[in-house]
């Protein structure tokens, strides 16, 4: 069974950093590209950062480049996603997904699996 699970989300102050990991387990995670998404209340799911199975290509959304960084260990069947100067529309729930396809990832459609979500909240 094919399970990933996050952690590393909380309450932190605008301009704060936090760190956000997903364990894969029931896969063979290096083969598979991941991505992060988040979804605030009352708006859709939106793609935030994906990376490629190798870690050698990642994708960001325009609203987080510079500010967040994915990372991936796959010794560890890890991806992270490292957040920095946090701003209060960065509050959501943060879902990580994977899938076969890095193409596919920021569509956020039809991807093979998905994680149960941690939640992020800054405050101003």
């Known amino acids: 069974q094919v399970q990933l699970v996050e952690s590393g989300g909380g309450l932190v102050q605008t301009g704060g950093s936090l760190r956000l990991s997903c364990a894969a387990s029931?896969?063979?995670?290096?083969?598979?590209?991941t991505g992060w998404f988040r979804q605030a209340p009352g708006k859709e799911r939106e793609f935030v950062a994906a990376?490629?199975?190798?870690?050698?290509?990642?994708y960001y959304a325009d609203s987080v480049k510079g500010r967040f960084t994915i990372s991936r260990d796959n010794a560890k069947n890890t991806v992270y996603l490292q957040m920095n100067s946090l701003k209060p529309e960065d509050t959501a729930v943060y879902f990580c997904?994977?899938?076969?396809?890095?193409?596919?990832?920021?569509?956020?459609?039809?991807?093979?699996?998905w994680g149960q979500g941690t939640q992020v909240t800054v405050s101003s």
């Open positions: 997904a994977a899938d076969r396809r890095l193409g596919a990832i920021p569509s956020g459609s039809y991807l093979a699996h």
């Open positions: 029931g896969l063979t995670f290096s083969s598979y590209a």
């Open positions: 990376i490629s199975w190798s870690g050698g290509t990642t």
